[in-house]
């Protein structure tokens, strides 16, 4: 078995076939990785949540990752690893038509809120503001294990 480098090409194609990746965000030099559903559009990542603990380091510091797999058989793998800058999307009329944009990939998957919906030990009653953001990508980079 051997470790390749993808292309950015082959990069895309994982994330496009993926929905369910590790987003990482940091703050006071501490990481925090989630795991999240995702819509990729060849360009951005969006990304549904309620309110916490990543969206508010995300504010504070934009920087974001996320880190896609794939398996196969005989252990063999891929990983996809896409930076970029976070960018809210707010229900105001300047964000209106990416929010409903986001929201149309979103939907095309089961399940698409799901974690982003759910917070232990809320039970206020309060409805939940949904937050919908997405990821510029600035860099991304791929792995693959293939048989020799």
Known sequence: MAVREMTERESREVLARGHVGHLACVHDNRPYVVPVNYAFDAEKLYV?????????????????????????????????????IFHELPDTTVCHNERVYAWSLLQKRSFWWEPGSSKPGTGSGEPEVPIFFNISIDQISGRELVAP
Do not use: Y
């Open 48 to 84: 549904f949540s309620l309110a916490g603990q990543k969206i508010d380091w995300l504010r504070s510091n934009p920087n974001a990752c996320l880190q896609v797999e794939e398996s196969g058989e005989h252990h063999r793998w891929k990983s996809v690893v896409a930076q970029g």
